[in-house]
């Protein structure tokens, strides 16, 4: 289903500069593959146990997935008793989310740095995997913060980590991944001064790595990455320094 928002009364904040769609990359089965085998289902059910506990305050709710055609974790939220829908940019970011999930999920097409929804639409919005690829996220983030009732879910990988390491690497993990992108890290307090700005305060910051994933992929050893994860993990380093981060922010207007 496509969505226009002059159709449906939305206000108009500005008009994008242009409509982005990293979303249809990260929705093909090429991305899939990044997350197949032992080792992608190790790191997928860090993401998806990290994310349950960050909406468990609001369950059976209406959840909203900006760019969710991954489908990395709508077959969880639908099996929790969520009511999701998944927005993509294109046609063919629904092609996985409906193989998985069929009729119990929602598919809608739109702009996804400005949201096709009327305030206040959905009581969660959630959003992995994108906005460390969008030019324009601070634009995407306004609109997540004003479709949600509750709260809003990301993730975003931060430079106060390993990842800050990633342009001298990144030869390195385009070899290991195959098919990887550039993407941008993220300081906390960009993405808190912009929530703050619409309401919002952030509730729990939530790191899931203090190792790159690359570094698990290359291994392919989940016992082996859990025991490299575990130590950091116990002193402290990885709530430091961890990447990326899933991270709660919760409507106070």
């Not at 982005?20 to 997350?35: C, H, K, L, M, V």
């Not at 059976?60 to 969520?82: D, F, M, N, W």
Request: proline share 7%.
């Amino acid at each position: 289903m496509t969505l226009q928002a002059a159709t449906i009364g939305l206000p108009v904040i500005d008009p994008p500069t242009v409509q982005e769609t990293p979303d249809i990359d990260t929705s093909s089965d090429g991305y899939a593959q990044r997350f197949a085998g032992p080792i992608g289902a190790w790191l997928l059910q860090r993401q998806t146990s990290t994310v349950l506990s960050l909406i468990r305050p609001w369950p059976s709710t209406r959840i909203l997935e900006v760019g969710g055609g991954h489908g990395q974790l709508t077959a969880a939220l639908l099996e929790h008793g969520y009511h999701v829908t998944v927005l993509g940019s294109d046609e063919r970011c629904g092609a996985r989310v409906q193989s998985l999930s069929g009729p119990r999920c929602r598919f809608d097409t739109g702009n996804v740095i400005e949201l096709p929804y009327p305030d206040r639409a959905f009581d969660v919005v959630i959003s992995v995997r994108l906005l460390s690829h969008l030019t324009q996220w601070n634009r995407a983030v306004v609109h997540m913060a004003r479709v949600a009732q509750a709260a809003v879910v990301v993730d975003y990988p931060t430079s106060q980590s390993l990842n800050c390491l990633t342009p001298v690497l990144f030869g390195a993990k385009r070899q290991v991944e195959g098919n990887t992108r550039t993407y941008r890290l993220f300081q906390d307090q960009e993405l808190q001064t912009v929530f703050a700005a619409h309401g919002y305060v952030r509730r729990t910051r939530l790191p899931q790595f203090f190792w790159p994933m690359v570094v698990h992929r290359a291994m392919g050893r989940p016992r082996l990455s859990a025991a490299l994860e575990s130590l950091p993990r116990c002193v402290g380093l990885t709530r430091s320094f961890g990447s990326p981060v899933l991270a709660s922010f919760v409507r106070q207007s």
